[in-house]
Nanobody, 127 residues
Framework: QVLLVESGGGLVQAGDSLRLSCAAS????????MGWFRQAPGQEREFVAA????????DYRDFVKGRFTISRDNAKNMVYLQMNSLKPEDTAVYYC????????????????????WGQGTQVTVSS
């Protein structure tokens, strides 16, 4: 069982930055790939970024490449999403998720691969 709690969302202006955090509790965190997804009103949940268990590989959707950075601290059971140059179209609820297939060396983007999800944190970017 993995419990994920996101924080760091808020209301910002276009061009601003936010850092989302995801605190994980439960065993095995350091063995799991972790992902960030987002869901805007009326839209399906979509993959944003993910990082392998070791932090050695990351993957980003094209619409956030160069602006967002995912990182993790396995000693603290934390995953982060640094979001820079935010745009109004980044407005969504952001979710942290765990892919508990231990030791997976590659990143999976589909939501069905992720077994545990946080409650989400709202990010609103005004123009």
């Amino acid at each position: 069982q993995v419990l994920l709690v996101e924080s760091g969302g808020g209301l910002v202006q276009a061009g601003d930055s936010l850092r989302l955090s995801c605190a994980a509790s439960g065993r095995g965190f350091s063995n799991y790939a972790m992902g960030w997804f987002r869901q805007a009103p009326g839209q399906e949940r979509e993959f944003v970024a993910a990082i392998t268990w070791s932090g050695g590989r990351t993957d980003y959707r094209d619409f956030v490449k160069g602006r967002f950075t995912i990182s993790r601290d396995n000693a603290k059971n934390m995953v982060y999403l640094q979001m820079n140059s935010l745009k109004p179209e980044d407005t969504a609820v952001y979710y942290c998720a765990a892919d508990t297939y231990e030791g997976r060396a590659f990143i999976v983007r589909r939501t069905s691969a992720y077994d545990y999800w946080g409650q989400g944190t709202q990010v609103t970017v005004s123009s």
